[in-house]
């Protein structure tokens, strides 16, 4: 911003000392200037095409926050932030899942072939239709083999090698006690915590750089409107010295400078005009407007209001208490505070129970499903002791104890550096107050200094010198007028984002509420009538008109 005036009052400072020597410069035909030496041609982008859509201050601050990626970005953190809550408390509720399956046995190890055959030898085979005194000689003499068949007996029917096999199963589990998991829910919602207070901030901050480039814009058009009224007023002075020239009372000399002091000016107001261009495209760009349409600035760069000029006392230690970055900052130490916690909760047990129920089915082939189910429950209660993990624990716990250190500095930094960005708005907003009255008076001061040097100059009274200086004087004014409203507003803007609470809520904005910047132009003296300037004008009774000068 002040980089901007700069270059215009220096563009005009050149000006006024090049009229006494720079030799003619021909007006060029276009704003496109070429490079004598490398004979490039500049390639002006295309210009917006289409009816200008009126853009206030209030409607690019709305459009901003309401398309703004970074804003977007913001959101889309708070919602992650929610996921994670979510995520961290579903550790503490029933886990509960189901297992449905079918198992096609091509080759078992269980599948002995033929089978294992017994010798007759060893066969225990009782008649039961033989007499009582056969069947007791019988079981006297074969009792040994009996244990084979038994051993046979025993393997029969077990789903070992089965062809086809179908399960179904439900799972469960439940948390009892996990020092981990309960910490883990207090640090995802702090971490919630901490990026709903980002959110805040990045929606202050583009507020606030919209804010300020829209200021800017109406900066850098107000600057253009300055070159425009310098120019008409160089114009008028050389019709008056071409005027003074036809009638002998003016050297060649003294219209090419006036010439030269007039195009001297022209290549300025195409740079005010060309930074004019780019703080439009710039508040666009923030404003998420399209490149190619035309833009009208409805809010004025006004005179601030008395209200808004009166001095303001504010305590930065208690206006910034409820900043949310500072809250955000104190919502991180309580996350890393739970951090040590959840460490610490490593050397703790956890208890869980456990619960597994399924079904199986062997049916003779694969669509039969023929047999009864077999079925398996099992319950169990599980605890976790931690011995000794190689002092691997109390590394990290030493970690988060200095993670936690850090982030309390980072806080406590942060603390002081709010307060000093308060502090340092606050008394900008009040040299720029005090600016701005004195700037005023200096205006008019100038104006009227220009217009009575005008027309000393016509009744011959006044150099061609004193003329251009007094020019240079009423635009190093305005420059200056319009420098300390920027300043004051800009300040006025920093002191708004500096106090911004935890909800968000902008304070009100000043600018476009107070009168009017007076029009460049109505500081231009008369236009040049066809009186030879240097005699005087009678009037209808024949008595000379008195000038102011």
């Known amino acids: ?74 959101r889309s953190q708070v919602d992650l932030a929610e996921t994670q809550v979510d995520a961290a408390y579903a550790q503490l509720f029933p886990q509960v899942s189901a297992n449905l399956g079918y198992q096609r046995t091509l080759a078992s190890q269980f599948d002995s072939g033929n089978g294992l055959e017994i010798p007759d030898s060893l066969q225990f085979r009782p008649d039961p239709t033989a007499p009582l005194e056969e069947r007791v000689s019988y079981l006297e003499q074969n009792a040994s083999s009996a244990a ?19 399960s179904a199963s439900l799972s469960g589990s439940q948390v009892l006690f996990a020092p981990q998991a309960f910490v883990g829910t207090r640090i995802a919602k702090g971490v ?33 409107g300055i070159s425009q009224a310098a120019i008409e007023q160089a114009q008028a002075f050389l019709d008056e010295e071409r005027l003074r020239l036809r009638a002998g009372r003016a050297s060649e000399l003294e219209v090419l400078r006036a010439e030269v002091d007039l195009e001297n000016l022209r290549p300025q107001q195409v740079q ?34 008395p209200a808004a000029l009166a001095d303001v006392d504010i305590d930065p230690a208690a206006s910034t208490a409820q900043r949310a970055a500072i809250l955000a900052a104190q919502a991180q130490v309580g996350v890393r505070e739970q951090q040590v916690r959840l460490q610490k909760a490593a050397y703790l047990p956890s208890v869980a129970l456990t619960t597994n129920y399924g079904q199986t089915l062997f049916p003779s082939s694969i669509f039969a499903f023929d047999g009864d189910p077999r079925t398996d429950w099992t319950v169990s209660l599980g605890v976790q002791i931690p ?54 008076t200096t205006v008019d001061q100038a104006a009227r200094v220009y217009r009575l040097t005008d027309l000393q100059y016509r009744e011959g009274l006044a150099t061609q010198l004193e003329v251009s200086n007094a020019r240079l004087g009423l635009l190093q004014a305005r420059s200056n007028l319009v420098q300390a409203l920027a300043n004051f507003y800009t300040a006025d803007t920093d002191l708004a984002r500096s106090i911004t609470d935890a909800t968000g809520t902008p304070s009100p904005f000043s600018m476009g509420t107070g009168q009017p910047l007076a029009d460049p132009a109505d500081a231009a003296p008369p236009a040049p009538s066809d009186t030879v300037p240097g005699t005087l004008t009678p009037t209808d009774g024949g008595t000379p008109l008195p000038s102011d000068g």
């Open 1 to 74: 911003m002040r980089r901007l005036v700069s270059l215009g009052l220096f563009a005009v400072l050149a000006s006024g000392a090049a009229a006494q020597d720079v030799p003619r410069v021909p007006r060029p035909d276009s704003t496109a200037a070429v490079l004598p030496d490398s004979g490039v041609v500049p390639i002006n982008p295309p210009e917006p095409t289409g009816p200008a859509a009126p853009l206030s201050l209030e409607a690019a601050v709305a459009r901003a926050l309401s398309e703004s990626e970074e804003v977007e970005l913001a």
């Open 148 to 166: 084979f068949a038994a051993l046979g007996g025993l393997f029969e029917g077990l789903p070992f090698g089965q062809e086809n096999a179908y």
């Open 192 to 224: 919630r915590e901490a990026v709903t207070y980002n959110e805040v901030e990045e929606v202050a901050d583009v507020r606030l750089q919209v804010e300020q480039a829209y200021i800017q814009a109406l900066v850098a058009q107000e600057l253009v």
């Open 272 to 305: 005010a005009q060309n930074a004019a261009d780019l703080a439009v495209l710039n508040l666009k760009r923030l404003a998420n407007v399209p490149y190619d349409q035309p833009v009208v600035l409805t809010t004025d760069l006004t005179l601030p209001p």
């Open 387 to 440: 011995i000794f993990d190689g002092f691997r624990r109390r590394a990290q716990v030493a970690e988060a104890r200095v993670e936690l250190l850090q982030a309390e500095l980072q806080r406590d930094q942060l603390v002081e550096a709010v307060q000093l960005q308060v502090e340092q708005a606050l008394r900008e907003k009040r040299r720029a107050a005090a600016l701005i009255a004195a700037r005023q």
